[in-house]
């Protein structure tokens, strides 16, 4: 799935953080208007941290999803089936909003490519890999794109340099790679190509985001209408490959057609919303760990409603995979000088 944080939705979180919180500034001192401002902040915390909450189980259910569709349609047609029904929610917003797409033929050379790296590649990947691996697995590939994010930033981006603690993340994640694949058994037991695929996905994932960084990062366009650019271009990608490669479906099975549905409109339309309304009201940084529920909830509902298999190297792994993001995306706290110790002579 494509986790759209990055530099383009980033810069929605710096323009609220300069514009500030309109709502904390000049609150009278009284009982009632304490009492008031109180509530409305209590209903914001409660408000996002359930949109979060509906973030990570979309993003974590699209796992599943992705099973139940492979299904009954083949995987290109999943993945086309996503795209389409994501870049629809897009654009109806769009239309709605009455905001315009972008305009410059530059940027849609530069959408482009980031639609095939971020959406048309790694919906593909993840829905060829299914075919062999369960959602459990897939979900927890998914977790770690961060880690190649992290180590390509350091090749292509000069403003990110190594540190021990990145480097200790980066060797801790794929330390937990090597344990979700029971690398001490020879791998037995795991399909190789499938979670090849997963784990090629979220490569995917790191080289569009480091794409878009460097080429898309000051474009004035709406954090709404470049992704919905972006995501049209993904569908028109597959909708050309996944022709050549597959037949026009006979039958049109309902669960399998509902769980596409669901992929698309709510894992990747709904779920941008969601995502984009986070990241402009608690920041980048807090947004982003919806990365970490992912996982969690990709296994629970794979083992739950798929009935799949889990070993103990299974969800051990995850935990090391995600111990490991964490730590290449941490930032050691700026050491403060000691506060100047008052002198006794003076009042």
Request: aromatic residues 8%.
């Amino acid at each position: 799935m494509s986790t759209t944080t990055g530099t383009p939705t980033a810069s929605a979180a710096t323009t609220a953080s300069r514009s500030g919180n309109p709502s904390a500034t000049s609150v009278p001192d009284t009982g009632a208007g304490t009492g008031t401002a109180t509530a409305k902040a209590t209903g914001r915390t409660l408000g996002w941290r359930l949109r979060f909450a509906a973030l990570s189980l979309v993003w974590g259910f699209s796992f599943l999803f992705i099973k139940v569709g492979t299904e009954g349609f083949a995987p290109l047609q999943v993945t086309l089936g996503r795209a389409a029904f994501g870049a629809l929610v897009l654009l109806a917003i769009v239309v709605i909003k009455r905001e315009r797409l972008p305009r410059a033929p530059r940027t849609w050379a530069h959408l482009t490519v980031a639609a095939f790296f971020l959406n048309a590649l790694p919906f593909t990947l993840f829905a060829y890999a299914e075919l062999t691996i369960p959602s459990t697995l897939a979900g927890i590939c998914n977790a770690t794109s961060p880690l190649w994010g992290m180590a390509l930033s350091v090749v292509a981006l000069s403003e990110d340099r190594p540190t021990r603690r990145r480097v200790a993340g980066l060797g801790l994640g794929f330390l937990g790679v090597l344990t979700v694949l029971g690398a001490w058994q020879g791998f037995a037991g795991t399909d190789l190509t499938g979670t090849t695929m997963a784990l090629g996905a979220s490569l995917s994932y790191a080289v569009g985001w480091i794409y878009v960084r460097r080429t898309l990062a000051g474009v004035p366009h709406s954090h709404l209408s470049m992704p919905s650019a972006q995501l049209l271009l993904a569908t028109a990608q597959l909708a050309v490959v996944t022709p050549l490669f597959t037949t026009t479906p006979t039958h049109y099975p309902v669960i399998p057609l509902l769980a596409v549905f669901a992929l698309g409109a709510l894992g990747t339309g709904f779920a941008f919303l969601i995502q984009y309304g986070l990241v402009a009201e608690i920041g980048p940084t807090t947004a982003q760990m919806v990365t970490y529920f992912i996982p969690v909830i990709a296994t629970a509902a794979g083992v739950a409603l798929l009935h799949e298999q889990l070993s103990w190297n299974t969800p051990v792994g995850a935990l090391i995979v995600l111990a490991g993001a964490a730590l290449t995306q941490s930032r050691p706290r700026p050491s403060t000088p000691p506060l100047p110790h008052p002198d006794p002579t003076t009042d």
